[in-house]
């Protein structure tokens, strides 16, 4: 009986190594891209998170500048209603001993009242001020934690594709591209709130 055709096991082997290794390659190139665009995310997340706390900050280091005003409107207000107090006490003096009071009494009294008025109208608006950078700050102290999130969930997933390269798993690879997309959409909500 004839012999069969023989066939070289070793090349085939060595083809099927080479394509198995190819395959690997392959897959080791998408993890690879995966996690430099995830990493890139990463990078542009973490500017975002640091510049809004530092205008978060400002924010609210310019509303204790504001509120800082506001008290030493409010003192100025103090002031001027003890003055008028005093001489009220002054005048009841005069009209305690039956004497008509100077008229200059009454000048100021009424000058402090209307200086109070104004007094009051600018620690007010000084306060108001004050509220309007508050909010905004607790507005980018929000988006801050959106950014910083986001971070967070790009680290993980970066380290699971580290993790997936490693032991060339797909479904840790699965997982960190599901990490990394819902941070791409947290990074997007916090920029469109």
């Known amino acids: 009986m004839p012999e069969g055709p023989e066939?070289?096991?070793?090349?085939?082997?060595?083809?099927?190594?080479?394509?198995?290794?190819?395959?690997?390659?392959s897959f080791l190139k998408q993890i690879a891209l995966t996690t430099a665009f995830f990493a890139a995310f990463a990078a542009?997340?973490?500017l975002r998170a640091g510049a809004t706390i530092n205008e978060a900050l400002m924010l609210?280091?310019?509303a204790a500048r504001l509120q800082a005003q506001a008290s030493d409107q409010w003192s100025f207000y103090q002031a001027k209603g003890i003055k008028a107090a005093i001489d009220e006490a002054s005048r009841t003096s005069w009209l305690a001993m039956g004497k008509t009071p100077p008229a200059e009494y009454g000048d100021r009294k009424n000058r402090y009242a209307a200086e109070q008025k104004e007094i009051e109208a600018k620690a007010r608006e000084k306060e108001k001020e004050r509220d309007e950078?508050?909010?905004?700050s607790e507005h980018l102290l929000h988006?801050?934690?959106?950014?910083a999130y986001?971070?967070?969930?790009?680290?993980?997933?970066?380290?699971?594709?580290?993790?997936?390269?490693?032991?060339?798993?797909?479904?840790?690879?699965?997982?960190?591209?599901?990490?990394?997309?819902?941070?791409?959409?947290?990074?997007?909500?916090t920029f469109l709130r």
Do not use: C, M, N, Y
Request: proline residues 1%; glycine residues 10%.
């Open 150 to 189: 986001a971070v967070a969930i790009f680290q993980v997933s970066i380290a699971l594709g580290a993790v997936a390269a490693l032991t060339r798993s797909r479904p840790v690879w699965v997982g960190s591209l599901a990490l990394g997309l819902g941070g791409i959409a947290l990074v997007a909500w």
């Open 60 to 62: 609210r280091t310019e």
């Open 44 to 46: 542009i997340s973490a």
């Open 7 to 25: 066939v070289e096991t070793e090349k085939l082997r060595e083809t099927i190594d080479e394509e198995h290794e190819h395959g690997k390659e």
């Open 133 to 136: 950078k508050i909010v905004e």
């Open 143 to 147: 988006r801050h934690h959106g950014f």
